[in-house]
């Protein structure tokens, strides 16, 4: 069997040439590089998500123990501490004691400038961590009144 010129032209041309080839590889390289920092960043951005988590769990707790408190606690400034620090401690962690959060509370006048200023009170709570080398913060504050939101009679 005789192969003639077309067909063998034909069967030369059926392989890739070293060109291609490293395209390819140049194409696959940059598609696993994007994929790994894609990946990379969605982690960074969960445990991102997870500390913002676990700093607003804590100030709303220390905001339901302030509210639990009666107004001559409050006003006393000795039964709520001013400054706290709690953990944060994901599974897998080797110390077990995790990121720190410290936070401040404080209680000052309202200063609305009204005729019950006395009996108004400004709590504001402040949570400072550390994500990496970036200093993170959340605060939240709300307003105590003597007799509450309604001034009823018992």
């Known amino acids: 069997m005789k192969i003639d010129r077309k ?63 009666s107004w001559e606690q409050i006003t006393s400034e000795t039964n709520l501490p001013t400054s706290f620090v709690e953990y944060y401690y994901p599974k897998g962690l080797a110390n077990k004691q995790g990121i720190p959060y410290y936070g401040t509370l404080t209680i000052t006048g309202a200063n609305t400038g009204m005729s019950y200023n006395d009996d108004l009170r400004l709590i504001k709570i402040m949570l400072v961590w550390t994500n990496g080398s970036i200093v993170r913060t959340r605060e939240m504050q709300t307003m105590v009144a003597k007799d509450g939101m309604q001034n009823y009679i018992f």
């Open 7 to 69: 067909n063998r032209n034909r069967i030369k041309q059926k392989g890739f040439s070293l060109v291609e080839a490293m395209v390819g590889i140049g194409l696959v390289g940059i598609v696993f590089v994007s994929l790994y920092a894609g990946i990379s960043g969605g982690v960074a951005v969960i445990q991102l998500a997870r500390e913002n988590l676990r700093a607003t769990q804590i100030i709303v707790e220390r905001m339901e123990t302030v509210r639990l408190c």
